[in-house]
């Protein structure tokens, strides 16, 4: 929006493919930091083929991890640069980390476990340099200069009490909307991991990493272990805990959506760069050359280009099955609504909005704020009413019925619950249809150009 660019479902589209690809890149850079420039582009193509072949529709569309995990992807690069034994020490790169970490906790709050793995590798990397001090202090004043921000324009403007509930408040209640116990959440994220399309490639990734193990192991018998080998260790040992990081950050909600498992993304190619690496120092003057690039053609030919040709229809990747043609809620939203008309949707159905093409009347996509009992209701409910005033959508949709998500009493938390917004509807909107669980209302003015 600051380069001037429209909020549209394209524009959002085309941020997560840059996202998404901008991962990738600094993934690759951190691999070469690590492994020879031919064997990390190897290592690299299972990690790049995740998002080129998969049939998950959670990983196609632009979702809220792919900030963090950009960030997180930088600070992973950044990190490596530093730990390398022939680095020039620099504070700059600590505070670079400490800066990233801190506004992956502002980009999304299910990243925090990530941020602090992060901190902590930065932290220990920092300790081992010859100016610890000045190390420590840069990596702490960089990850409180985000927070530090956000915190001043809060007061400045009087309103940390509103982000204090609307951003920690708000997710906090909806990790316990799922009610599952600590346990319950781990199988639940375990569950994802190898059910969903990930599975193939996450067993074999494990296939990877225990033939990784075993070369760990038997390199950790040679007398020289220590002496030679402890910084590639110090590695994999920073990884395993990014990955225990990742595994909280899916876990926590407690709920089975699978673009969690984006998280998991860097943990897992990190993971497979220090299990390649444990291998070819294991086998290093008893393989062939061409055994690396054999092996990665293999697991991309069983985990990627196999289940894509059995994949039938296709169109499964892009959430068809959620707007199955023709779908009767979105064509008559369309018939209302033109293309430079919005529509407002009241309770949590944002795909409403994708579904029929038409922008958001308001600048929420679910009524969780105006509906939740707290001190701030009406505040959010007053910023509700000014949107759909000025938007003046073509069609509201009351989304609250006994099959919706989250909200299914029409009773207790339907639009009739908001007074101004009822007052609203029933003075300027007619009511048309009750499809798929919804209430339709279209503009009476526009009623009058159909």
């Given at each position: 929006a600051l380069a001037g660019s429209p909020p549209s479902y394209v524009s959002s589209r085309l941020t997560g493919v840059a996202l998404a690809f901008g991962t990738l890149a600094f993934l690759l850079l951190v691999y070469r930091q690590f492994l020879s420039e031919r064997l990390a582009a190897l290592v690299w193509l299972p990690s790049a083929c995740f998002f080129i072949f998969t049939g998950e529709a959670n990983f196609t569309h632009c979702s809220s991890e792919h900030l963090p995990?950009?960030?997180?992807?930088a600070a992973a690069w950044?990190?490596?640069r530093?730990?390398?034994?022939?680095a020039q020490p620099s504070v700059w790169r600590g505070g670079a980390v400490g800066l990233l970490a801190g506004a992956m906790v502002f980009s999304k709050l299910q990243a925090l476990p990530v941020a602090c793995a992060l901190l902590a590798v930065a932290g220990v990397v920092a300790w081992r340099k010859p100016r610890r001090f000045a190390a420590l202090t840069a990596v702490l004043a960089g990850a409180a200069l985000v927070p530090g921000l956000f915190l001043v324009m809060f007061l400045r403007y009087d309103v940390l009490r509103e982000f204090w509930f609307?951003?920690?408040?708000?997710n906090m209640a909806y990790t316990r909307l799922s009610g599952a116990s600590p346990a319950r959440k781990v199988a639940l994220a375990m569950d994802l991991i190898f059910n969903v399309s990930l599975g193939p490639y996450t067993v074999a990734l494990l296939a990877v990493w225990l033939a990784g193990l075993a070369a760990l192991v038997e390199i950790?018998?040679?007398p020289a272990f220590r002496a030679k080998f402890f910084g590639p260790a110090a590695f994999t040992a920073a990884l395993g805990l990014l990955?225990?990081?990742?595994?909280?950050?899916v876990a926590t909600p407690g709920n089975p959506y699978p673009h969690y498992l984006l998280f998991l993304m860097i943990p897992f190619g990190l993971l497979t760069t220090a299990a390649v690496m444990w291998i070819e120092l294991a086998v290093r003057g008893r393989a062939s050359k061409y055994a690396a690039g054999l092996a990665i053609g293999v697991f991309l030919v069983i985990t990627c280009i196999v289940p894509t040709v059995l994949r039938v229809p296709f169109a499964d990747s892009w959430d068809t099955g959620h707007f199955p043609p023709p779908n009767p809620l979105a064509n008559t939203i369309r018939q209302y609504a033109s293309l430079g008309d919005s529509v407002a949707v009241w309770g949590w159905r944002s795909e409403l909005n994708v579904a029929s093409n038409r922008m958001p009347a308001t600048r929420f996509s679910d009524s969780v704020l105006q509906i939740e009992p707290s001190p701030y209701r009406e505040y959010f409910r007053s910023v509700y009413a000014a949107d759909f005033r000025s938007a003046r959508p073509a069609v509201f949709v009351d989304a609250v019925g006994p099959d919706a998500f989250a909200y299914t009493d029409r009773a207790t938390?339907?639009?009739?619950t908001f007074p101004e917004l009822q007052e609203a509807v029933a003075r300027d909107y007619r009511l048309i249809a009750d499809i798929d669980g919804a209430r339709v209302f279209v503009r009476k003015t526009v009623m009058g150009h159909r």
């Open positions: 995990i950009f960030l997180c992807a950044l990190l490596a530093d730990s390398r034994s022939d609307s951003y920690f408040g708000r950790a018998r040679t990955l225990l990081a990742g595994l909280a950050a938390t339907g639009y009739e």
